[in-house]
C-alpha cells in the first residue's frame, strides 16, 4: 500500500470547455459529512493573466487493489452563471486558496482517497519552529507517477516564523525547489505514528502553497532566485468550510 499523503493529493486540470488550460495540484480536506477540494485561488481564476477557466478535472483512483485503474472527474467552476468555488479575504485582501464542495454521491463508489480534517490543522499547542522539515505533495510542471496516478513530494523548511503573517499578508514563506503545477499542493509536516484524527494519516497540515517569491531587483545573470515560496495558512480552510 502507498503512503497514505500521497492519497490526500489530486491533480488538478483546468479547461476552458474542452480546451485544455493549466495542470495545477489541490487536495481534499474533509469536515463532518462534507468533502472539498482546496487548491490555490489562481488555479480558478487568475484577473492579472486573464486564466478563465469554466471546469476543472482530476484524477480519482478507482481500485483499491490496482492503484494503476483512475478514472477523470470533472467539475464545473460556474452554476447558473455563479462561481461555485468558497474564497477567503482578510485584512490584507484577497487569499489565495479556493474551497470547491464535491458531492460524495457523485464519486465512484470505489474511490479511494485521503482527506486531512481540522483535526490535522496547527493548534498553539503544536507550532512548529523556523526550519521545521515540511513536504510540499504536489505535481510539479504535471510531473507524476503515471502508471500509479501519484504525485511526488518536495522537501521544503520553514523559512519565516511561523504563525506571524509575512509582510502583513496571510501565509509563512518555505525554502524549497518548487515549480508551476505545484499551485495548491499541501504543505505537510509529519507528526510521529498517530494521526491526530484517529486514522492513518500521521500529518499536520500547515499551509496550501502558492508561489515562488522572487526580487523584482534580482540580477537575472548574476543572482540565483530566492528558492523561498508563499504557503497560505491552512486554517482559513475552517472559514471556508463552515455553513451549508
Known amino acids: 500500500m502507498t503512503e497514505p499523503v500521497l492519497l490526500t493529493a489530486a491533480r488538478v486540470l483546468t479547461f476552458d470547455n474542452d480546451a485544455s488550460l493549466t495542470n495545477a495540484s489541490g487536495f481534499f480536506f474533509a ?6 477540494l482546496v487548491t ?3 488555479v480558478v481564476i487568475d484577473e492579472p493573466s486573464k486564466h478563465y477557466p ?4 482530476i484524477e480519482l483512483h478507482d481500485d483499491a487493489a490496482n492503484l494503476a485503474s483512475s478514472t477523470g472527474f470533472s467539475i464545473p467552476l460556474y452554476r447558473d452563471g455563479k462561481s461555485i468555488w468558497r474564497q477567503g479575504l482578510d485584512a490584507a485582501g484577497e487569499v489565495d486558496v479556493a474551497a470547491i464542495e464535491i458531492e460524495r454521491r457523485a464519486l465512484p463508489a470505489t474511490t479511494l482517497y485521503r482527506a486531512f480534517t481540522p483535526a490535522h490543522l496547527v493548534g498553539p499547542e503544536d507550532r512548529p519552529g523556523i526550519g521545521s522539515s515540511l513536504l510540499v505533495v504536489g505535481f510539479p510542471l504535471g510531473f507524476h507517477d503515471t502508471l500509479h496516478h501519484m504525485p511526488v513530494a518536495r522537501q521544503a523548511v520553514i523559512a519565516s516564523s511561523f504563525g506571524l503573517r509575512f509582510q502583513g499578508k496571510g501565509y509563512f514563506l518555505t525554502d524549497a525547489r518548487t515549480h508551476r503545477g505545484t499551485s495548491g499542493a499541501p504543505v505537510v509536516m509529519r507528526t510521529g505514528a498517530t494521526d491526530p484524527a484517529g486514522n492513518d494519516l500521521p500529518w499536520k497540515l500547515l499551509g496550501v502553497h502558492s508561489a515562488s517569491l ?5 540580477d537575472q545573470e548574476k543572482d540565483e532566485s530566492l528558492g523561498l515560496n508563499c504557503a497560505w495558512y491552512a486554517d482559513i480552510l475552517l472559514t471556508l468550510t463552515e455553513g451549508g
Do not use: C, G, Q, V
Open 31 to 36: 469536515r463532518e459529512e462534507r468533502l472539498f
Open 40 to 42: 490555490s485561488r489562481h
Open 54 to 57: 469554466n471546469r476543472i478535472e
Open 214 to 218: 522572487d526580487m523584482l531587483t534580482r
